[in-house]
Nanobody, 123 residues
Framework: QVQLVESGGGLVQAGGSLRLSCAAS????????MGWFRQAPGKEREFVAT????????YYADSVKGRFTISRDNAENTVYLQMNTLKPEDTAVYYC????????????????WGQGTQVTVSS
């Protein structure tokens, strides 16, 4: 089992920045990738970014490329999502996930999920 706890969400004005954190515990060594997804009201959960455990290979959704940066600290079992130049359309609940498959994968490919953290960007 792997437990994931997100933090760092909040309310920010458009153009501002936030950094999300995801602390993992349990059998974290068994997970090859950590990812971030988001879900806005009335919409499906969508991929944001993912990073591999080995070599730290990162992938991003086109909508966040150049604005968001995913990183990880394997020693601390923590993954971060630095979000810059935030837009109102980035408003969503952001979820951390852990899985096995490297690359841009649908949410169904991930095995473990956090409870989510709300990000609200005002215009």
């Amino acid at each position: 089992q792997v437990q994931l706890v997100e933090s760092g969400g909040g309310l920010v004005q458009a153009g501002g920045s936030l950094r999300l954190s995801c602390a993992a515990s349990g059998r974290t060594f068994s997970m090859n990738v950590m990812g971030w997804f988001r879900q806005a009201p009335g919409k499906e959960r969508e991929f944001v970014a993912t990073i591999s455990r080995v070599f730290g290979i990162a992938y991003y959704a086109d909508s966040v490329k150049g604005r968001f940066t995913i990183s990880r600290d394997n020693a601390e079992n923590t993954v971060y999502l630095q979000m810059n130049t935030l837009k109102p359309e980035d408003t969503a609940v952001y979820y951390c996930a852990a899985g096995q498959k490297v690359g841009i994968m649908p949410s169904g490919a991930y095995d473990y999920w956090g409870q989510g953290t709300q990000v609200t960007v005002s215009s």
